[in-house]
Nanobody, 121 residues
Framework: QVQLVESGGGLVQAGGSLRLSCVAS????????MGWFRQAPGKERGVVAA????????YYTDSVKGRFTISSDNAVNTVYLQMNSLKPEDTAVYYC??????????????WGQGTQVTVSS
């Protein structure tokens, strides 16, 4: 079992920054690829960024490329999402996720509880 606990969400003005953190406990952190997903009201949950278990590969959805950065610190079992130049359309609940070789939301092994990010215009 893996428990994921997110923090760092909040209200920010457009153009501002937030850093989300996800602390993992339980089974070895390095056993999973990690990702950040988001879900806005009335929309499906989709992957925003992902990082391989080795930390050597990253993925970003097109809408956040150049603005968001995913990173991990295996020493403290934490994955981060640095979000810069935030836009109102980034408003959503952000979820941390652990997957075994996939970021297909229907095949994610573990989810965090989510943290709200609200960007005002």
């Amino acid at each position: 079992q893996v428990q994921l606990v997110e923090s760092g969400g909040g209200l920010v003005q457009a153009g501002g920054s937030l850093r989300l953190s996800c602390v993992a406990s339980g089974r070895t952190f390095r056993s999973y690829d990690m990702g950040w997903f988001r879900q806005a009201p009335g929309k499906e949950r989709g992957v925003v960024a992902a990082i391989s278990r080795s930390g050597g590969s990253t993925y970003y959805t097109d809408s956040v490329k150049g603005r968001f950065t995913i990173s991990s610190d295996n020493a403290v079992n934490t994955v981060y999402l640095q979000m810069n130049s935030l836009k109102p359309e980034d408003t959503a609940v952000y979820y941390c996720a652990a997957g075994d070789g996939t970021m297909d939301p229907t095949r994610i092994d573990y989810w965090g509880q989510g943290t709200q990010v609200t960007v005002s215009s």
